[in-house]
């Protein structure tokens, strides 16, 4: 089984033109022609299952359209998509925010899928999609110390409630490294699919491992790399597992 996990900057792009006129200018334009080397990346490496963090969902950069609902429609995928924004936030209320969301999609049928949302933090998403054999978590976490250990004390207490093979995937944000997951992988006894802590971001010279793949221990990690993409600023990660 191949996981993809991928933050895509809503299609936005990278590297100095993103910059152009101003700062983060890039935000602001359509997203289509870098979008289209995303899919045709994505269909390069045929992952059984994608976790896409940051996703547009239907924004004027994409005309309108969801990004994952046109991935999973050329490539041939279900999906469960959702804005990452908790209930009765203000960023619910503007019109580029309320498009932006997380995405994950496979190859075997949802059978189930959940939406859980943090009380702490900006991006309060959690996904939890589940196949017949498999049930994943996809998140993007908070920017503040404070609020991601918040976070992780919830995804602790969704974790231990699953007893079935599992991955919990994101943008972790850990801006301080891997010793700010020490004690949350000693408690739910989740193993991170990266132990030599290669690092994806930024994707032009990777310094930072922000990304992570976690699984329950039945899983057997086969091959693990960064891919050296640069459509975004994070650098993709692709696992290959033995279920």
């Not at 900057?9 to 602001?28: D, E, I, K, S, V």
């Not at 209320?93 to 059978?111: C, D, F």
């Not at 006894?189 to 699984?215: C, M, Q, T």
């Amino acid at each position: 089984m191949r996981f993809l996990l991928y933050n895509i900057r809503y299609g936005t792009g990278n590297g100095g033109r993103f910059h152009f006129p101003f700062p983060y200018a890039g935000y602001l334009r359509q997203s289509e022609q870098n979008f289209l080397k995303i899919l045709e990346f994505i269909r390069s490496v045929n992952p059984d299952v994608l976790g896409l963090v940051e996703v547009d969902g239907g924004s004027f950069r994409t005309r309108r359209k969801c990004q994952a609902e046109m991935i999973a429609e050329q490539l041939g995928y279900h999906h469960v998509v959702e804005t990452k924004y908790g209930f009765g936030s203000m960023a619910q209320k503007m019109p580029l925010l309320k498009a932006q969301g997380n995405a994950v999609l496979t190859r075997a049928p949802i059978v189930s899928y959940r939406h859980h949302y943090f009380d702490e933090g900006m991006k309060r998403l959690v996904i939890q999609a589940c196949t017949e054999h498999l049930t994943i978590f996809l998140v993007h976490l908070s920017l503040t110390y404070r609020n991601r250990q918040y976070q992780l004390e919830r995804l602790y207490r969704l974790i231990r409630a699953v007893d079935r093979p599992m991955i919990l995937a994101g943008d972790f944000n850990v801006l301080w490294g891997m010793r700010e997951l020490e004690l949350f992988l000693g408690a739910t006894g989740l193993v991170s699919a990266n132990p030599e802590k290669k690092p994806s971001y930024p994707s032009r010279a990777p310094k930072r491992e922000l990304d992570f793949i976690l699984h329950s221990p039945e899983l057997k990690v086969i091959n693990f790399q960064v891919a050296p993409v640069t459509y975004s600023d994070h650098a993709p990660l692709i696992c290959d597992f033995s279920m």
